[in-house]
């Protein structure tokens, strides 16, 4: 059990957070589980000399203690612990000071940021929320940094009001923001006050980077493209562009993910290898490609993704360095547990489980994959270990990307063999132009060349896109499917490091819950009658369900 100390402390935290999320625990209650788990680890640990196998009930006691931290943590980060949390001093007419966190994505009407309550009244104050300012045209963008005063109305952020609807309050939920502002212009006035904190320095380096690559001549969809690949800027991507890209199976390319930080790894300890060389080199160049992915974080924003991306890469390099598989399983399992500690609600953030998942689908499948072919060609062996790593990344996420998403690209895999070669060289090139840019040394030439390397990949995921028939849409995928599809992924993935009886009886076993779980949603459904009001602006909407059959109304 100590062999995989930090995988069995993170399975047991991770399972606390999810029955605290399922079945809602008050303060009280939450006391109450840490106290007596506590108490138990305390008494095993003074009796385990008496007893016949301590390790064993010494862990069973851990993973407890480690379980009631997760309840605990998860109730915890639901409630506005601090005295100083805005909400405590709202009243029915406000005065409010604001910074700005970061600047979202606008809407059809709105300009959207996140901003920290500095104020309200006068009274200092903590706390995040969601400013909407209507749209003008003489009037300029806030940036990140930036304070600005407003009296505005503070109004809870609106849940979903339909049936499986997007639930954009749980989402800004798992960010800590509750409440929102919308606010005309007049009603926000920019304040003489400047912030000087890392997010600042990063956002301005950013913002100079771009201006190089604007006035080199970088414009429209492809810089649209590479402020999303490299600095994580997803604002400004043309709506019909993101749906190609999604319907193509890339779109994970345009975040700046696992992917994007573990290619990055590679190129930097790719450049800082020859330092291995030198007395104490390996441990010098793990420091250095170390610091180096952070800085990296920093400039790119310090979003969610970005850091949750970070910390995973970091774990391995730590657990490469040791060189063992062992290692890079426990280090990523302890960069996933200091993460749920600081913040239990990634754990519902689909980005947290995908990118955890393809990691360990590269590091647990990839390998037994890659074992069923030997090509003799070294070219062939390339495409071979790619197409092998697509397949198990692939296989890891399939099952939770189609309980979310409801659609699976049939050209998945053709898309990631075209793009994955070339992606390093897009980034690789992109991190130099990206330097080049903020010491002003940026040839004309070179942005030339790198618009028309993203341009020809936007074509090539457009033309992918068009290819319809191989988009499988509406996908219905419940919870309980995909849990059983991963059941079946592991066993047979089990079965074949060693073929035994018992793991063939295994796989057989989760093959048929399966089927068994299709056959009771088909049973379930077809005997399901609804009469559904939709929430639909300005026109009612109406449906009627009747076993497999549903009818939409709708007034003219």
Request: with cysteine.
């Amino acid at each position: 059990m100590t062999k995989h100390i930090s995988i069995h402390l993170a399975f047991g935290l991770i399972i606390g957070i999810t029955f605290s999320h399922y079945f809602t625990l008050t303060l009280a209650v939450s006391w109450l589980l840490l106290t007596l788990a506590f108490s138990v680890l305390l008494v095993t640990y003074f009796i385990s000399k008496h007893l016949f196998n301590p390790r064993y009930y010494f862990a069973v006691a851990t993973f407890l203690m480690f379980l009631a931290i997760g309840a605990s943590r998860f109730t915890f980060a639901q409630e506005p612990p601090l005295k100083n949390h805005y909400t405590h001093f709202i009243k029915q007419e406000n005065a409010l000071v604001l910074s700005i966190n970061q600047v979202l994505k606008p809407s059809k009407n709105y300009l959207k940021y996140e901003a920290e309550v500095q104020q309200v009244n006068q009274q200092a104050t903590r706390g995040k929320l969601l400013l909407n300012i209507k749209k003008d045209s003489l009037e300029t963008p806030l940036k990140v940094g930036d304070f600005v005063f407003t009296n505005a109305l503070i109004s809870e952020v609106e849940g979903a009001k339909n049936p499986f609807q997007f639930d954009y309050k749980s989402y800004l939920a798992q960010n800590q923001i509750y409440n929102q502002i919308f606010a005309s212009p007049v009603e926000v006035r920019l304040l003489n006050l400047k912030s000087h904190s890392v997010k600042v320095i990063a956002s301005n380096i950013r913002d100079k980077i771009i201006y190089e690559f604007e006035k080199k001549g970088l414009k429209g969809n492809e810089l649209a493209v590479v402020k999303a690949l490299l600095l994580g800027e997803r604002n400004e991507l043309d709506a019909d562009l993101r749906q190609s890209y999604a319907a193509a199976g890339a779109i994970h390319i345009l975040a700046i993910s696992g992917l994007h930080i573990g290619i990055i790894m590679l190129l930097i300890s790719f450049v800082l290898k020859p330092l291995e060389s030198l007395k104490n080199g390996k441990t010098i160049k793990l420091i250095l490609l170390v610091l180096i992915l952070w800085c990296y974080a920093i400039i790119a924003g310090l979003s969610s993704s970005v850091v949750r991306a970070t910390s995973m890469f970091t774990a391995i390099g730590f657990g490469l360095f040791i060189n063992r598989k062992t290692a890079i399983l426990n280090t990523l399992a302890l960069s996933a547990l200091i993460l749920l500690l600081l913040n239990p609600l990634y754990l519902f953030d689909v980005g947290f489980k995908m990118s955890y998942l393809a990691v360990l689908a590269i590091v647990l499948i990839q390998p037994k994959i890659v074992n069923i072919w030997h090509p003799k060609f070294k070219v062939v062996h390339y495409f071979w270990q790619l197409l092998t790593v697509s397949t198990a990344a692939q296989l890891g996420v399939l099952p939770l990307s189609l309980y979310y998403f409801h659609q699976f690209p049939g050209l998945f895999f053709l898309t990631n063999m075209v793009i994955l070669p070339f992606l390093g060289t897009i980034l690789g090139l992109g991190l130099l132009f990206m330097l080049l840019a903020y010491i002003g040394f940026l040839p004309a030439i070179f942005i030339a060349i790198y618009q028309f390397i993203i341009l020809v990949l936007n074509q090539f995921i457009v033309f992918i896109a068009h290819q319809e028939a191989f988009l499988l849409k509406n996908i219905s995928f419940s919870l309980l499917l995909m849990l059983t599809c991963y059941l079946v992924i592991i066993s047979a993935f089990y079965w074949m490091s060693q073929k035994t009886f018992y793991r063939t009886i295994l796989v057989c076993l989760s093959v048929l819950s399966l089927q068994s779980v299709l056959i009771y949603q088909k049973y379930q459904s077809a005997k399901t009658n609804e009469f559904i009001v939709f929430n639909n602006y300005k026109t009612p909407l109406i449906a009627l369900k009747n076993g497999v059959d549903l009818k939409i109304l709708r007034t003219s």
